[in-house]
């Protein structure tokens, strides 16, 4: 037993020792690589400080001054489990105007605008009191691969993780020897979980030729279960459903969703675990094969709905849909190796639909190809398994033509392309007239400088409905460019209170930061 004890108390001795040897390393290295050379002086540094949190960085990206940015570091870490952080890090610093001691980037109080080098590239492109993000950057310059790697960086320190989780994160990694803030839970805060549940895309044109996306999620859920979808920094859509089912069960969310051709950001929330995803919509996308089942369900204008037909998307699924360019003639085969075993066509509809197969063909692995006039396209199907398919939520937002339609002008107006959001906003107004169509024509008539129009319809709204956050934020920014700070501020935080949004913390942050 004393020998247990005693082996017990060496252990802890050494490890303390080694601990010890570790910080004492890390501070003579920080020191003399980022201080000045004095003992302590590289702890007043950002660099030094998350140098003596997490030790040598596994890998460092160093970007001298280019054509887009000032110098900047990147610094990745696998992980830093002594903190709870498991999953990978991206901890981003920046040389302001090329001189003086590197800055720690948050991408929650920083702007990418921080970041940018007034070069000739650049100049000018952005207007002055604007906040910047990854998409303007992206939509109006070519990135080189490195300034891409910037871009990432500066969105989150982690994938996934959004908001103020970053700066939780930075609290962590960046705090001064001895003053770790208490309370932050790091790995909770994080989006990055390894075995995420599968996601399906198709992509399809509706009849009025809106393009729409159908995403299909397998995953277990107890209780609540959420999608986001963001461009850039500004959040598209955001859904939740509540299940109270007690214990997980395995369940298919399915959401249909309205989006152009750009970069995307999903996050779907299962219980208290959020995984994230990149969702690419390309301007040219070409025709894919759906396979499935027809749903028994008669529910109409959801998820997977072609022509009046609900589809179950399954890989062993005795239904396929595919959509061309030109409604015609689509030649549908079932083959194996050279071999075709089985052919049929379907006529003239904008999505072609079609049975696979018939009893006949053995049950196993084949390849299905569709052709339409100079097109094909072919995908793998198992002939033949298991139908049986888990609880299908189908969360039925944006599916009617007013909501498809206001779906594209909000796209079109977070791009920065008024005109276009207007014909689509419009559009949708006509079909069905809606507070949400309004507020987003009233933050078009604030962009143009109508405020007293724009500010009658948006308390007009709030009467209705005093905890409409897009109409608080809308009100907000008009009641700021009158220069009436003080009712803005009210406004913004009115807004947090009903909902959290980075966007607003920092518009209410630069806010307060102003001379008075």
Request: aromatic share 8%; proline share 6%.
């Amino acid at each position: 037993m004393r020998t247990a004890i005693f082996l017990i108390a060496y252990s802890a001795a050494a490890f303390a020792q080694d601990a010890d040897s570790v910080r004492r390393e890390r501070s003579a290295y920080v020191d003399a690589q980022f201080g000045s050379g004095k003992q302590g002086s590289g702890a007043n540094t950002d660099r030094g400080r998350v140098y003596l949190n997490l030790g040598q960085p596994n890998g460092i990206t160093r970007v001298p001054s280019s054509r887009l940015f000032f110098p900047i570091e990147i610094w990745r870490y696998a992980e830093a489990p002594e903190l709870g952080i498991r999953y990978e890090l991206q901890i981003l610093f920046y040389q302001r105007n090329g001189t003086g001691e590197y800055k720690l980037y948050s991408p929650n109080l920083n702007s990418i605008r921080d970041l940018l080098n007034p070069q000739p590239a650049s100049r000018g492109m952005f207007p002055v009191n604007d906040i910047i993000t990854e998409a303007d950057v992206r939509t109006r310059l070519t990135v080189s691969p490195v300034e891409n790697e910037v871009l990432d960086a500066a969105i989150s320190v982690a994938r996934g993780i959004k908001g103020v989780g970053n700066d939780e994160v930075l609290a962590l990694v960046a705090a001064p020897p001895g003053a770790r803030p208490r309370g932050l839970r790091a790995d909770v805060t994080s989006r990055v979980v390894a075995d995420r549940p599968p996601m399906t895309v198709f992509r399809t044109l509706s009849t009025e030729g809106v393009p729409q996306v159908d995403l299909l999620f397998a995953a277990d859920v107890a209780g609540r279960i959420a999608l986001e979808v963001q461009e850039g920094e500004a959040t598209l859509a955001r859904y939740e459903t509540m299940l109270h089912f007690g214990t997980a069960k395995p369940v298919r969310y399915e959401q249909r969703l309205q989006l152009l051709p750009g970069e995307y950001r999903v996050f779907l929330t299962a219980d208290s675990r959020t995984f994230p995803y990149t969702l690419a919509i390309p301007a040219q996308a070409p025709p894919e094969i759906l396979t499935g089942f027809a749903s028994e369900s008669q529910r109409s204008r959801t998820p997977f709905e072609f022509g009046g037909m609900r589809l179950e998307p399954a890989p062993n699924g005795n239904i396929a849909v595919v959509q061309f360019a030109k409604a015609g003639r689509v030649t549908w085969r079932l083959r194996r190796g050279l071999e075709t075993i089985w052919i049929a066509r379907s006529e003239g509809q904008p999505t072609a639909v079609q049975a696979i197969g018939d009893l006949s063909i053995p049950p196993g692995t084949y390849l299905l190809e569709a052709t339409s006039s100079d097109e094909t396209r072919s995908c793998t199907v198992q002939v033949g398994g298991s139908r049986a398919l888990p609880l299908t939520i189908s969360y039925n937002a944006n599916l009617t033509a007013a909501e498809r339609y206001r779906s594209v002008g909000h796209q079109f107006l977070t791009r920065g392309n008024a005109a276009e959001a207007r014909v689509w906003l419009e559009r949708s107004w006509r079909e069905q007239p809606a507070d949400a169509t309004k507020i987003e024509l009233c933050r078009i008539a604030a962009l143009t400088g109508k405020y007293d129009s724009a500010r009658i319809e948006l308390k007009a709204i709030l009467d209705r409905d005093p905890d409409n956050f897009e109409a608080f934020t809308v009100l907000a920014y008009i009641e700021l460019q009158l220069q009436d700070n003080a009712v803005a501020e009210r406004l913004y935080s009115r807004a947090l209170e009903i909902h959290s949004s980075p966007a607003v913390a920092k518009a209410l942050a630069e806010l307060r930061r102003r001379p008075l």
